[in-house]
């Protein structure tokens, strides 16, 4: 078994623009998500979410600029880590996200962590 | 306190290969670094390392190699540290030695909700 | 919190070992591979340990990913697979896991037959210091000009032109056979001799770098020793040498920075356990039948290791002296003699003799003589000495010189 680190980037624009019950049902079909790779014993860490639109990027210790790292529109909003065997089974996970049903954009990146 | 995470991205075809004593160096810069922060008890947790591939999904059926790969940077591992501030978080972030590779440090904070 | 600290040079140890067996492993003409599977290695340990800490054992650590990646590098590179199969084929099935062998034995043997290849007789020999440099210590190519006081693109030129020169005379890692590595190993004596001379003489001017350079010279010559087959009295007898010379290291230099001649030196600084360990291996040295010049150079160092001015210190010295000259000319070593003549025979003698020399072009020349008129004529010592300022080209040399003329 291997980790994999899953990096989850939104569109924090398109995800303003769904309604108060569409965002609640987004977050219990995320919490589904999570709980059912837990219950196959494959989430080795929880993670945490980021708070929307906060945060700083450092280029050099003079440098400094506000927001997320914005890479197109999308920034990051979260991160778990999940074990699985190889990439294409994580790849699987991933593809069940409720994101993907929304058509809002966003994508999660996923990468092995190093575990030497 | 609240938590933040620093997330280090590089661009990993272009990092200056230097001999093995320079590196030797640049790996303590690191390991002096981080230590740094510990010392502070402000590292929550030292977080991980990155293998250099990867897959990213946008869709059902849009699955693309390799790490984010819209801009020449990619994300090389992650850390998160405790401070008062996110100004004070910055602050720690300035001593990290991605710099001398010309990457670059995000500092977000993390949810406790 | 793992407070270990890195070991000094941890990275440059290792790199020599990757090198040198993955060089083996694949051939010399593809030492770039090598370069690049090491310098990967150090750049995911800067990373990982950055964010995870220092592992149990860096240096198993770094040996481990250093083999992964020459896997991997394998596994994707079937051309250069299939080429270094083929002779292990048809014996126990091969896989990408076990032609890897990092094993401290086969490290071992790596590194002795690396400097065979290196120490090629084709190759110049200012290209074989430099890839000895290189590939032998794992030196970087700034460290390297900076230890031969010159720039990077010389260096780089250097190395360029010789490991074009090991692809395509087709040089391989191993040993020469047995009647052959007597011979060979005569070059690669003059290059480890060299490499420490460089480190011992070139610059008066105390440098880390230039000491370690000697100790690497050692280290090198030491190896050969650990080996049965090239255990020889001359390895020996450079090994003696360089022991001797080293054991003034902490005298040579005072707290300035500037040279200390012998003359002037505190023996409580020499290191007694260097003169020791450079008796011992001149004691097994002598057990050939073969007299290099390794062997004379080492009892010139050895008689050294007395201070006091005794008639045989200075005898044994001359002698030696003159057989070094049957063996091998220089002009260095005819004004050391012409010295030693002065202290075993007498200062009268010594100028007859120094004056037949005529080296008049070398600064060394003229501060001999000037140091053997000082106390007979001061007016040609003067002229000597002031010759001798005229001709010193670096620094360090015109302040001794100057210092002889003040004292006058």
């Known amino acids: 078994m291997k980790d994999f680190l899953f990096i989850f980037r939104v569109d924090y624009a398109g995800m303003g623009r769904l309604s108060a019950e569409e965002l609640q049902n987004v977050a219990a079909a995320a919490k589904g998500w999570i709980e059912n790779i837990a219950a196959q014993n494959k989430l080795a860490d929880k993670g945490n979410r980021l708070i929307p639109g906060s945060g700083k990027v450092l280029r050099s210790k003079d440098i400094i600029t506000d927001g997320p790292y914005v890479e197109t529109k999308e920034a990051i909003n979260g991160y778990l880590i999940i074990k699985s065997a190889t990439i294409e089974e994580a790849v699987d996970i991933a593809k069940n996200n409720p994101l993907f049903k929304l058509n809002i954009g966003g994508s999660i990146e996923i990468r092995e962590v190093s575990t030497i | 306190m609240k938590e933040f995470l620093f997330i280090y991205r590089r661009d990993v075809n272009n990092i200056p290969k230097g001999s093995p004593e320079e590196m030797q160096i640049e790996t303590k810069r690191w390991m002096d670094w981080i230590g740094s922060i510990a010392a502070q008890n402000k590292l929550v947790n030292r977080g991980n390392r990155l293998e250099v591939g990867g897959k990213v999904v946008k869709g059902l059926s849009l699955v693309t190699d390799g790490p984010y790969a819209e801009i020449k940077e990619s994300i090389g591992g992650y850390s998160i540290v405790k401070a008062n501030t996110i100004e004070e978080a910055c602050e720690m972030a300035k001593g990290c030695p991605v710099f001398s590779i010309g990457g670059t440090v995000e500092v977000r904070e993390i949810s406790v909700m | ?408």
């Open chain 3, 1 to 408: 919190m793992n407070d270990d600290k890195l070991i000094p040079h941890l990275f440059r140890t290792e790199y020599r070992k990757i090198i040198a067996v993955l060089c083996k492993t694949f051939g010399l003409e593809h030492i770039e591979i090598a370069e690049d599977i090491a310098s990967d290695t150090f750049l995911q340990a800067s990373e990982t340990w950055g964010i995870k800490g220092l592992p149990d054992n860096p240096a198993a650590w770094l040996t481990t990913v250093a083999k992964n990646k020459a896997k991997n590098y394998l596994k994707h590179n079937k051309i250069l697979l299939d080429k270094i199969m083929p002779g292990i084929k048809y014996s126990a099935p091969q896989t990408e896991e076990t032609i890897i062998d990092l094993s401290t034995e086969n490290i071992r043997d790596s590194q002795l037959k690396m400097m065979f290849a290196v120490c090629h007789p084709c190759i110049a020999t200012e290209a074989q210091i430099a890839l000895a440099l290189r590939v032998l210590c794992g030196f970087g190519i700034d460290e390297i000009a900076s230890a031969f006081l010159t720039n990077k693109a010389t260096i780089n030129k250097r190395l360029v032109r010789a490991k074009d020169k090991l692809r395509r005379e087709k040089i391989s890692i191993e040993l020469p056979l047995p009647d052959e590595i007597n011979n060979r190993l005569d070059v690669v004596l003059r290059t480890l001799y060299l490499l420490y001379n460089e480190g011992y003489y070139t610059s008066q001017n105390e440098n880390i770098l230039r000491r370690e350079l000697c100790y690497e010279a050692m280290r090198l010559t030491f190896s050969l020793i650990e080996n049965e087959q090239t255990n020889l009295p001359q390895v020996n007898a450079l090994f003696a040498l360089m022991s001797f010379h080293a054991s003034r290291f902490d005298a040579r230099m005072n707290e300035k920075g500037e040279a200390v001649l012998y003359d002037e030196q505190d023996e409580t600084l020499w290191d007694k356990k260097l003169i020791q360990q450079g008796e011992y291996f001149l004691q097994q040295s002598s057990r050939g039948k073969q007299l290099s010049k390794y062997h004379l150079e080492a009892g010139i160092a050895y008689w050294h290791t007395y201070k006091e001015d005794t008639k045989e210190k200075w005898e044994n010295i001359l002698q030696l002296y003159n057989q070094l000259l049957m063996l091998e000319y220089s002009p260095v070593i005819a004004l050391n003699r012409t010295y030693a003549l002065s202290k075993a025979n007498s200062i009268d003698e010594a100028i007859a003799e120094a004056e037949k020399l005529q080296l008049t072009h070398n600064h060394l020349y003229h501060t001999l003589l000037g140091e053997l008129y000082k106390n007979k004529n001061v007016q040609k010592a003067a002229f000597h000495f002031s010759e001798a300022l005229q001709l010193a080209k670096t620094p360090e040399d015109k302040q001794l010189i100057q210092r002889k003329i003040d004292a006058l």
